[in-house]
DNA sequence: CTGTCAGTGGGGAAAAGTGGGGAATAATGT
DNA sequence: ACATTATTCCCCACTTTTCCCCACTGACAG
């Protein structure tokens, strides 16, 4: 079970690629194989969500439970597919995103690689520094507001 | 068992010929002998179901369950077998597209060809897109009720 | 000062995608 | 029945992209 934390910047090379920060190879489980799944994050956040595969699969498990022939649920799963992608870290342990990808956030020379939880994001910079910016509530009152409930 | 996901633009030839792409190629199960299953999609979907022999065979057991002297489901079934043909994936591993199927997708010079679990989907591009952008809260609906996560 | 590990960059082999010629097969017409 | 036309599909060849591998730099620890 992996999880991930923390953050970094890193150059993005002319050939799409970004390295995985080392702590966060550290976190890979081994059950991942060093492949990771690949795809777009909310409409409201430009960003990548990838997915170690080990992760991805228990997904895949609850697609399966869908019905293909509800239109709502046949949508979702398109949408979801669409951007979906298995790549592979090369033995420099980097992830070569697609342009398509790149091109969905905006993802310029630097890319903000962030650690969340069963996932690893991928944000240009700039765009995570105007979505932190936007959010009127603090930090705390939104902590209490999700946290508060239960018990630490 | 499959699990096809991703998405390629490719071109079609002068043939009628598409290629599979690689990933899609890689999630082949052997049992289907390079061989799929095609047909039309659902009336407000105008693509191509391409599925894998083995991926069809599953799905013909449920076809027999169905009632044939029930109305609705002897129209459903005739028209997914009125549309169904068999074929084998050439040495460079392309689907040839029947003329039928080509003009009932709308497809030209270009095709969208999409993972989507057990099946691929075979588009035109740009009826994709307008397919993609004419709903958007239904995909939130179903991410959170079904993945449990707010939107994807 | 030196060895190791992390991040970055690029050359080149291999694979993937694309197109078309031509033999085998089927369809059509006389 | 045979000739003519059309279609299918097998195979080869070209182009582009991918990715595997090696090499360089800088930071940090011993």
């Not at 342009?99 to 690893?120: V, W, Y």
């Not at 936007?134 to 930090?139: A, G, V």
Request: aromatic content about 12%; charged content about 30%.
């Amino acid at each position: 079970m992996s999880f991930f934390k923390g953050r970094e910047i890193y150059s993005v090379d002319t050939k799409g690629r970004v390295n995985l920060p080392a702590k966060m190879r550290k976190n890979l489980s081994p059950e991942a194989n060093d492949t990771f799944v690949i795809t777009r994050g909310p409409d409201d956040d430009p960003c990548i969500y990838a997915y170690p595969l080990d992760e991805w699969k228990k997904f895949e498990e609850n697609l399966k439970k869908l019905n293909q022939f509800n239109e709502q649920e046949r949508f979702f799963l398109r949408t979801l597919l669409y951007w979906a992608d298995e790549i592979v870290l090369d033995k420099q342990f980097r992830i070569s995103v697609p342009k398509s990808l790149l091109d969905f956030t905006r993802i310029g020379k630097e890319a903000l690689i962030l650690g969340s939880m069963d996932h690893i994001e991928i944000w240009d910079p700039q765009i995570f520094e105007n979505y932190l910016s936007k959010k009127t509530e603090s930090y705390a009152v939104v902590a209490e507001s999700v946290m508060g409930i239960r018990k630490l």
